[in-house]
T-cell receptor
Framework: EAQVTQNPRYLITVTGKKLTVTCSQN?????MSWYRQDPGLGLRQIYY???????DKGDVPEGYKVSRKEKRNFPLILESPSPNQTSLYFC???????????????FGPGTRLTVT | KQEVTQIPAALSVPEGENLVLNCSFT??????LQWFRQDPGKGLTSLLL?????REQTSGRLNASLDKSSGRSTLYIAASQPGDSATYLC???????FGKGTRLSVIA
């Protein structure tokens, strides 16, 4: 089954304690991205990756890091989490090659992060 | 910079009604437009994807249209049901920009 998986699904942590949220897709997609969703602000892109070893900042990258060492994985790293990073996080992937499904976005189930 | 607007922000209808959700975007140079459904606290479920060369897509009771020249898309839901209650989001690509969604409530 084609899917994007995220782990953990729920995480409560304390300020300053480094954490990683994993994202993996099994569709051989080139493009992967991370979003955060906050009430009233909608979905905002944090980072994206066009392919292995190619990453770039989205609209709200401050306080986050990413890496893309393998095509299927795109982890999100919070080196020193703060309460303002409490949010619902989504990973997404898509193909950039031609065809009718190019650019169609597939989303993971979300990770609810609370930083106290 | 591309901006995507969804109006209304919230909508409440009685069961059985047909309804239209609107999505407008400022830059018509898009590759495709995608409609999603999101239940509270859950992930995004893709409903329909419309390529820029297409004018509409249909899936069951859902029909999405796209008018690139006017920067508009609509999602038509026929014979609404309480199970359709959710937030509906549209996104234009590239770049991937989302509207803030329309929260739909279908009252039994």
């Amino acid at each position: 089954e084609a899917q994007v998986t995220q782990n953990p699904r729920y995480l409560i942590t304390v300020t300053g304690k480094k954490l990683t949220v994993t994202c993996s897709q099994n569709m051989n997609h080139e493009y992967m991205s991370w979003y955060r969703q906050d009430p009233g602000l909608g979905l905002r892109q944090i980072y994206y990756s066009m392919n292995v070893e190619v990453t770039d900042k989205g609209d709200v990258p401050e306080g986050y890091k990413v890496s893309r060492k393998e095509k299927r994985n795109f982890p999100l790293i919070l080196e020193s989490p703060s309460p303002n990073q409490t949010s619902l996080y989504f990973c997404a992937s898509s193909s950039r090659t031609g065809g009718i499904t190019a650019y169609e976005q597939y989303f993971g189930p979300g990770t609810r992060l609370t930083v106290t | 910079k591309q901006e995507v607007t969804q109006i209304p922000a919230a909508l409440s209808v009685p069961e059985g009604e047909n309804l239209v959700l609107n999505c407008s975007f400022t830059d018509s140079a898009i590759y495709n437009l995608q409609w999603f459904r999101q239940d509270p606290g859950k992930g995004l479920t893709s409903l329909l994807l419309i390529q820029s060369s297409q004018r509409e897509q249909t899936s069951g009771r859902l029909n999405a249209s796209l008018d690139k020249s006017s920067g508009r898309s609509t999602l038509y839901i026929a014979a609404s049901q309480p199970g359709d209650s959710a937030t509906y989001l549209c996104a234009v690509i590239p770049p991937l920009v989302f509207g803030k969604g329309t929260r739909l409530s279908v009252i039994a």
